[in-house]
């Protein structure tokens, strides 16, 4: 996990309010979106793009029909072998980032629940998904192959507050985050 490097410029992102405009950009980028109602997907059934991404046609069908409120991005191999590690609670956040200062480098979203935080990576082997909740320093999980994170310019459903860029920089890449599914796993161990 000692070296991590860029995975595109520090201007990927999508700046804007529009959720439509959003989900274009990080399509392009090579993410795989789906449309939220909330923070749950506004479709029937999205399983089949844990596999394949939808076409740009769809994300316009899908915006024709009132479906893109909110934007959804898929984690693991559909997106490049994105994880996203996602801490509920300051403490949380503030461990991780001193345990493993160069992954919070990367690219890092504030949630619209007004405690959380998002942190983008790429890595090399995908790890599984691991969740560590209601720890003595919050909530703790990494997403992987399968899951989702509501993604900027989204509005959390309970705060009505955005999803915003918190750090601008590019998405890191790494080799792997075994070190880092240990720590997650090390507060499962002590429950």
């Not at 405009?21 to 479709?43: E, F, Q, T, W």
């Not at 504030?110 to 320093?137: E, F, Q």
């Not at 998405?171 to 002590?190: G, Y």
Request: proline share 10%; aromatic share 10%; net charge neutral.
């Amino acid at each position: 996990m000692s070296s991590t490097t860029p995975e595109a410029t520090a201007t990927w992102w999508p700046d804007t309010t529009n959720p439509f405009d959003a989900a274009l950009a990080y399509h392009n980028a090579g993410l795989c979106v789906i449309p939220l109602s909330g923070k749950r997907p506004a479709l029937g059934s999205w399983k089949h793009y844990q596999k394949q991404p939808p076409p740009e046609a769809a994300i316009r069908r899908w915006q024709q029909e009132g479906l893109l409120r909110n934007v959804g991005i898929v984690c693991g191999a559909v997106s490049g072998n994105l994880v996203v590690l996602d801490f509920d609670g300051p403490a949380a956040y503030a461990a991780f980032a001193a345990l493993f200062p160069p992954l919070a480098q990367s690219f890092t979203v504030a949630t619209g629940s007004g405690k959380g935080k998002h942190v983008y990576l790429y890595v090399d082997s995908l790890p599984p998904t691991t969740r560590a909740l209601d720890t003595p320093i919050g909530n703790v999980e990494l997403r992987a192959e399968g899951t989702y994170v509501a993604a900027p310019p989204s509005v959390h459903p309970v705060t009505n507050k955005r999803y915003v860029v918190e750090k601008p920089a590019a998405i890191l890449r790494v080799p792997d985050l075994s070190e880092l599914v240990t720590w997650i796993e090390s507060f499962k161990a002590a429950e």
